[in-house]
């Protein structure tokens, strides 16, 4: 999001979750999958019910449950070999949204066990400058993750600074190396961007069915839309994109099952463009006009909750839903890219 906070005038938010949400009451472990997904999946229970089926899938508790699971895993690995495994971030300028995103990535460390190195270089550093930092962590062998917190300075190369991180320490899952891999039948990426990966672990751990079903991702961007379109892939269901040069978007998302939407524009997806029984999972995070919110905004996602809780049979709220998992994403990565560094079972 951008540092200055753009409105949009909507009238197509919920003040309150719906009435009927999932309760995770069972822990379950980390997978042995190559992408970190766990296996198994957590039994919903209605809390409340009304006239609507409409169920919340809470990204927050299950957020909660992978740091827990997490957290015993760190203190396996410390327990067993004496190892701790270490994320560094690098954050370049002063713009107040990254370096709120970078305190939560510490404070999210710390609360699991991870080590938390951070490099904050002001604005007008040079690209050779980063890279170096980028060097110094890859030979680092107490650092087993490394993130660069974007956006950069206009003045860098993105694309030159992040093909710099080592591929075996690339826990943001952008080299494209990485991303090559994920688009190949047959190989498997080191690590899997962190919000896709977090879309396709939700759907897993609610037991939501992928295979052989209609899927539409809308937006196309390298962050969200394109991976997660190859992991639905992955998954065996039918995939559409649905962009801003797609021509009839309201006739392609009608026909989905399942629905990531991740195009930055509050309330894009209306009821009338959602299938019945649709899985919705909503990664937008946009600021509206609420003059009933002290901060004179609310945070709405690019589906329009208080329709899709009338036709959908799940949603993810915002917030509350995809973001906790990023976050908790990234502690897996760093987990795993530890675990294989040391060959720890």
Known sequence: MASSVFFTHSHCYSSKPSSLVFRLHRQVGLGPTSLGFSSSHVAPVAVMA?????????????????????????????????????????????????????????????????????????????????????????????????????????HMNEQNILNAVRIEKDVDG????????????????????CTPKGCIELLHRYNVSIKGKRAVVIGRSNIVGMPAALLLQREDATVSIVHSRTSNPEEIIRQADIIIAAVGQANMVRGSWIKPGAVIIDVGINPVEDPNSPRGYKLVG????????????????????????????????TLISAKRVHNFE
Do not use: W
């Open 174 to 193: 952008f080299h494209p190396l990485n991303i090559g891999r994920l688009a190949m039948r047959g190989r498997e990426p080191l690590f899997v961007p």
């Open 50 to 154: 009304t006239d609507s089926s409409f169920k919340v899938i809470d990204g927050k508790s299950v957020a909660k449950q992978i740091r827990d699971e997490i957290t015993a895993e760190v203190s396996r690995m410390r327990e067993s070999i004496g190892v701790i495994p270490g994320l560094a971030v690098i954050l370049v300028g002063d713009r107040k949204d990254s370096a709120t995103y970078v305190r939560n990535k510490k404070k999210a460390c710390e609360s699991v066990g991870i080590n938390s190195l951070e490099a904050n270089l002001p604005e007008n550093s040079t690209e050779e400058e980063v890279l170096n930092y980028i060097a110094g962590y890859n030979d680092d062998p107490s650092v087993h993750g490394i993130l660069v917190q974007l956006p950069l300075p206009s």
């Open 302 to 333: 690019d589906v329009c909750y208080e329709e899709a809780i009338r036709i959908a049979s799940a949603v993810t709220p915002v917030p509350g839903g995809v973001g906790p998992m990023t976050i908790a994403m990234l502690l897996q990565n």
